[in-house]
């Protein structure tokens, strides 16, 4: 039996019928139409579904749409303002962070919900703070330094 849940997705309002099994990423992916929320290991590990639930960046696959109900999320589609970039996905850009792309969306959002708690942080800081998203393709560096840049920017302003 289906369970109506209402939403708030990048500003958005919805309100859906959903099967209480079914997983937020394929929520979001699958009824939504929100394909920036990519889908990797399916059990929390890769963290290519990382999205922010009120704020604090969560990985959608291991939570059930219904868990959402009344909730705030912003996907990757919902980072970028009236057709700006924000100045974290800038700063991947910048400094080549994107890679094969696939793992992107979740970096982009747990870096954006790293500097929301802790706007300058070390790069140990950094690399402790996207321990939980997987870059199977060259590395980190890259990624470390778009986080130190969009930390940078926002330090002086």
Same mark, same amino acid.
């Given at each position: 039996?289906?369970?109506? !849940?209402?939403?708030? !997705? %990048?500003?958005r309002r919805?309100?859906?019928?959903?099967?209480?099994?079914?997983?937020l990423?394929?929520?979001?992916?699958?009824?939504?139409? =929100?394909?920036? @929320?990519?889908?990797?290991?399916?059990? /929390?590990?890769?963290?290519?579904c @990382?999205? =922010?639930?009120?704020?604090?960046?969560?990985?959608?696959?291991?939570?059930?749409? &219904?868990?959402? +109900? /009344?909730r705030?999320?912003? @996907? !990757?589609?919902?980072l970028a303002? +009236? $057709?700006?970039?924000?100045?974290?996905?800038?700063?991947?850009?910048? %400094?080549?962070?994107?890679?094969? $792309?696939?793992? @992107?969306?979740?970096?982009?959002?747990?870096?954006?919900?790293?500097?929301? %708690?802790?706007p +300058?942080?070390?790069?140990?800081?950094?690399?402790r703070? =996207?321990?939980?998203?997987?870059?199977?393709?060259?590395g980190?560096?890259?990624?470390?330094?778009? &986080?130190?840049?969009?930390?940078? /920017? =926002?330090?002086?302003?």
């Open positions: 039996m289906k369970k109506t !849940i209402r939403v708030t !997705i %990048n500003g919805y309100e859906e019928d959903v099967e209480p099994r079914m997983l990423s394929h929520f979001l992916r699958e009824q939504i139409g =929100l394909t920036g @929320t990519h889908v990797g290991c399916v059990v /929390g590990e890769c963290g290519a @990382t999205i =922010l639930m009120d704020g604090k960046a969560v990985k959608s696959c291991l939570h059930l749409a &219904v868990q959402a +109900d /009344g705030e999320l912003t @996907t !990757i589609e919902g303002r +009236d $057709g700006e970039l924000a100045p974290i996905q800038e700063a991947f850009v910048r %400094n080549y962070a994107l890679q094969c $792309g696939y793992c @992107t969306p979740g970096m982009v959002l747990a870096s954006h919900a790293l500097l929301r %708690n802790n +300058d942080p070390t790069e140990e800081e950094i690399r703070g =996207l321990a939980g998203n997987l870059c199977m393709c060259t980190y560096v890259q990624i470390v330094e778009a &986080v130190k840049d969009a930390a940078r /920017g =926002l330090k002086n302003g």
